[in-house]
């Protein structure tokens, strides 16, 4: 098993310079686009956050649109 580990370790890929930067280029813009889909969490949460600071209902607008 740790012979399977050093041979892998030691790929020419792994010691080429442009293959290792493509391949941190390629998870940094993984991530990227990750953090743009969770987003919305961010805004709901922020939203959150100012009703609590101003002490506002977030469900008042909500109480009145549907009439209970």
């Known amino acids: ?3 399977r580990i050093k041979q892998l370790l030691h790929h020419p890929l792994l ?3 442009w293959f290792l930067m493509g391949l941190w280029f390629v998870i940094a813009l993984a ?3 990750k953090y ?3 987003f919305n ?3 709901i949460f922020r939203g959150v956050y100012w009703h609590t600071v ?8 909500y109480l009145q ?3 209970t």
């Open 1 to 3: 098993m740790k012979d």
């Open 15 to 17: 010691s080429n310079r």
């Open 31 to 33: 991530g990227m686009l």
């Open 36 to 38: 743009n889909r969770s």
């Open 41 to 43: 969490n961010f805004l």
């Open 54 to 61: 101003n002490q506002t209902s977030l469900y008042a607008a």
């Open 65 to 67: 649109s549907t009439g």
